[in-house]
């Protein structure tokens, strides 16, 4: 491999142009550059999106039928975990720090990210982050088998021998993205090309930055958390055990006042990106652009007030259910403004559906009903009833799946022949839409059926009045996990190949990357500061 | 094995397939929204329910019928062109205070239900005592001194292979927890190890049980009925079976079987003052540690390497029996190993024992009395 790389570098020695990447592996091992970097987050997000993608596999193979077939409990405790944990940390949050690397200077004219070799470090942190997570399922003690939310005392008195990776691989995953946060507001402040006023920023740019304050904000708070269950488990520490004058639901506290704005942070890029999306294939602006801003900024604010809207069930004061409550209803308004904004910039627009603009209307959708859901589950008293159900998992899924990980997919389609100059296949990325599309709503509807039916989330196996309704939805589980092998086959071949993309891409496609960059850019884009109207 | 089982799931398939063809006629029972219950808060919880889901059916019917009318005739092929209008602050506004006065009416009624819903102390007739323990429920009566155990029962445990044949697979125990109807109920919820969730939809209950924590929560059965509920709240291995079951009945039967459990318990205390014969005490002990300990140290004695021990060639199984004795009486701090003595009566704790001594791959050779545990105690 290494020997291969090293010929083609001596065969294109007579390339004389000194601004090009390096050759080889080191490239990418010693890259500063902000794409190679958006390229290594993306490749790893979908590596973890395989990989958390085949632990769904085992949870939906083991629930198609009642009875335990394949797994042993344990197992499976180990699969609902790791498949948790993954596709937050793995799949979703890299795919998004992807994204903001390969467009974030492109979009506001800056030549790089603000700080290029810790943007280097921040990345290659990951890999090794996850390789010691996914160790953990071959120790004797097996992987952290307590849930991605990691409850004490469970994960601390009770938790398997193995924690103790999952907390340092935590540790890990949270400086990364701290690092990656302080790279993307440094060089969202600094790096603007002349002109480029915040209030002219495009929507992408402005919800990652907001997106970058929460990360700073929150993972401090998620490293707090890991390290006193880490000093409750070694060091002779009660924060979590009542015994020792501590308390367990101060964990649940701790851990969701980051786990709220968490589900943020992997929805306020999205916004940005649909943003972008949709005007360009309605050929119309964006309808409200400074209403959006706030709204964003107004759910990244509301985000830290709502945390215990995750805990109606352990028993707070009266006062303080209601206070959720109503604090959690709240985020609608903003969130509401965003869908209408959207659904507004389409009316009397000229629109064509090409790939990215079927997945953006499918979010818009799928994201909608999920934020419906959402709605319900706030409203403290029923959520008695929905609270730990299957309710809760399809619910989170609509707006985790078919949210945030389709608006990434909107992204590749929309931006991939920027960033490789080839047009991915306009018949494969339409049929890849609609197999996924068929495919996520019968795996997740009726999980609203067997939730409110009365099926406890993260069982094994389940009592028989649920069994046609899981074997449907791991039939759309397997379908779906599919579809995105064939995803990964849309891509190699586009970057392999396809037909010349235009610099400007698509019709209405408006921004700096599209009007004042070639397809695909140089490496080195924007070394003068361009002009902005 | 492979192809049995893709042979298996191929043809389950297809009676999945049959099955949901001849839904209509089959799935009487077939449940795809949340119970009305049998309490007046369980119908108050879904009454609310409705009201807030068909809020949301039409937000989302008109949100997308204007977007599928747009998407209809708003097309480039179809000729249409763009226009460029971009922002109302009128419009803003409409839809900003709108959603502000829907809220606004689903907050009033949820706040009502929610101060009802957290009244549990005014008037309770009964008061129950719910144990969370890894993986069962311990009911104490607190005016009554009853106090029993209740797990997953062996009917489900036997068929966890294929469960079809059981209509009430994992949602049947060994000891029912018997309430009377028309009587308000308050629940306090505790645990012995993890974080448990006690839920029986019906009842419209589902509190966390938290150690060191009292919650509580209340009922009033309207109906007499049997009513089925499951742990809600991930506690380890055997989360998923660890079910509920409330036997509603009217109050004469309910004293009538008070009255029976306490018979049962002054039994089983004269039980322990007696000497035991080893065949009694094995067999005795196998049933007791199938319900108690299968769980994690393997209905075989081979435990789970890494997280819970071998009972097969253990040292303190083989020891002395004294530290045999305190390890299952006392737990072991700071382990998943538990205190057994609030669980088991001597005679369980003491059969248990001497199975586990001469069984499970060990030849002890010795055993021990009901009255070895009790001076334990």
Known sequence: MYNETTQDGSAAHDDHDHHGPAKGLMRWVTTTNHKDIGT???????????????????????????????????????????????????????????????????????????LPRMNNWSFWILPFAFTMLASTTFMESGAPAFGWTFYAPLSTTYGPDSTDFFIFAVHLMGISSVMGAINVIATILNMRAPGMTLMKMPLFVWTWLITAYLLIAVMPVLAGAVTMMLTDRH???????????????????????????????????????????????????????????????????LSFMVWAHHMFTVGMPVAGELYFMYATILISVPTGVKVFNWVTTMWKGSMTFETPMLWA?????????????????????????????????????YVLVTGALYSIIAAFYYWVPKWTGHMYDERLGKIHFWWSTIAVNVLFFPQHFIGLAGMPRRIPDYALQFAEFNMISSIGGFAFGLAQVFFLYIVI??????????????????????????????????????SVK | MIFNKLSRCSSSVAMGVLSMLAMPVAQ????????????????????????????????????????????????????????????????????????????????IPATATLLDLEDA?????????????????????????????????????????????????????????????????????????????WW??????????????????????????????????????????????????????????????????????????????????????????????????????????????????????????????????????????????GQLNDVDIAAVLTYERNSLGNSVGDMIQPSAIKNAR
């Open chain 1, 40 to 114: 290594l987050y993306l490749w790893l997000s979908f590596i973890m999106l395989l990989y958390g993608g085949s632990m769904a596999m085992v949870i939906r193979l083991e629930l198609f039928q009642p009875g335990l077939q394949w797994v042993e409990p344990h197992f499976f405790n180990q699969m609902t975990t790791m498949h948790g944990l993954v596709m937050v940390f793995g799949a979703i949050m890299p795919a998004f720090v992807g994204l903001a690397n390969w467009l974030i200077p492109i979009m506001i004219g800056a030549p790089d990210m603000a």
């Open chain 1, 235 to 301: 060091f002779g520490t009660s924060f979590f055990d009542a015994a020792g004058g501590g308390d367990p639901v101060m964990f649940q506290h701790i851990f969701w006042f980051f786990g709220h704005p968490e589900v943020y942070i992997m929805i306020l890029p999205a916004f940005g990106i649909i943003s972008a999306i949709i005007p360009t294939f309605a050929r119309k602006p964006l309808f409200g652009y400074s209403s959006m801003v706030y709204a964003s900024a107004s759910i990244a604010i």
């Open chain 1, 361 to 397: 209307l499918g979010f818009i959708v799928m994201f909608t009903i999920g934020g419906l859901s959402g709605l319900m589950l706030g409203v403290a008293p029923v959520d008695t009833q929905y609270h730990d159900t299957y309710f809760v998992v399809a619910h989170f899924h």
């Open chain 1, 493 to 530: 071949k586009t970057i392999k190949g396809g037909p010349k993309a235009s610099d400007r891409v698509w019709e209405g496609a408006t921004g700096l990357e599209f009007e004042q960059l070639s397809s695909p850019p140089p490496y080195h884009s924007f070394t003068e500061a361009p």
């Open chain 2, 28 to 107: 009487a029972e077939y449940k795809l929204n949340m119970t009305e219950g049998v309490t007046p808060i369980s119908q108050d919880l879904y009454g609310l329910h409705m009201l807030v889901f068909w809020i949301c059916v039409v937000i989302g019917v008109l949100v997308f019928a204007v977007m599928a009318w747009s998407i209809f005739h708003h097309r480039k092929s179809k000729g249409a062109v763009a226009s460029n209008f971009h922002e109302s602050t009128t419009i803003e506004i409409i839809w900003t205070v709108a959603p502000l006065l829907i809220l606004i009416g689903i907050a």
């Open chain 2, 121 to 197: 102390k005014t008037n309770a007739d009964i008061t129950l005592q719910v144990t969370g323990i890894q993986w069962k429920w311990k009911y104490t009566f607190v005016d009554e001194d009853v106090s029993f155990i209740s797990s997953l029962a062996q009917s489900s445990r036997d068929v966890v292979k294929d469960p079809t044949s059981n209509e009430n697979y994992l949602l049947e125990v060994d000891n029912e927890l018997v309430l009377p109807v028309g009587k308000k109920i308050r629940f306090l919820f505790h645990s012995n190890d993890v974080i448990h969730a």
């Open chain 2, 200 to 341: 029986v939809p019906a009842l419209a209950v589902k509190q966390d049980s938290i150690p060191g924590f009292i919650n509580d929560s209340w009922a009033i059965i309207e109906k007499p009925g049997i009513y089925r509920g499951q742990c809600a709240e991930l506690c380890g291995k055997d989360h998923g079976f660890m079910p509920i079951v409330v036997n509603a009945v009217s109050q004469p039967e309910y004293e009538e079987w008070l009255a029976g459990m306490k018979a049962e318990a002054a039994a089983a205390a004269a039980a322990g003052e007696e000497e035991w014969s080893m065949q009694d005490l094995v067999a005795r002990g196998e049933t007791v540690y199938q319900a108690n300990c299968a769980a994690c140290h393997g209905a075989t004695g081979a435990g789970i390497p890494g997280a819970f021990p071998a009972m097969t060639g253990s040292a303190i199984v083989n020891g002395d029996p004294a530290g045999h004795i305190d390890i299952v009486v006392n737990g072991k701090t700071g382990t998943s190993m538990a205190s057994f003595k």
